[in-house]
C-alpha cells in the first residue's frame, strides 16, 4: 500500500492507518500506558518516543522512515 514516506500531513495519515487497524489514539495510549498528549505529539512528529513509534510501526506494518521519515 504505502512504499514510500508518506506524503499526506503524516499526523492524519498515521491515525487513518491506526483507525485502520482498529485504533483510536486514547485506546492505543491506554494499551502503551502513556497519555494521549503523548501520542498525539508524537504521531504529529512534535516529539519523539522510541517506544510509542515502534508501537505505531508494529501495528501499521510500516516503518519509522515511512511513517515519519526517520532512519
Known amino acids: ?3 514510500e514516506k508518506l506524503k499526506l500531513n503524516n499526523g492524519k495519515a498515521i491515525k487513518a492507518l491506526l483507525k485502520y487497524k482498529g485504533y483510536s489514539v486514547h485506546q492505543l495510549a491506554g494499551e502503551l500506558k502513556r497519555s494521549d498528549t503523548s501520542l498525539h505529539r508524537v ?5 519523539r518516543s522510541n517506544y510509542i513509534e515502534t508501537a ?3 501495528i ?3 516503518s519509522k522512515y515511512q511513517l515519519w521519515g526517520y532512519k
Open 1 to 3: 500500500m504505502y512504499t
Open 43 to 47: 504521531i504529529n512528529a512534535e516529539s
Open 60 to 62: 501499521t506494518g510500516l
Open 56 to 58: 505505531i510501526s508494529k
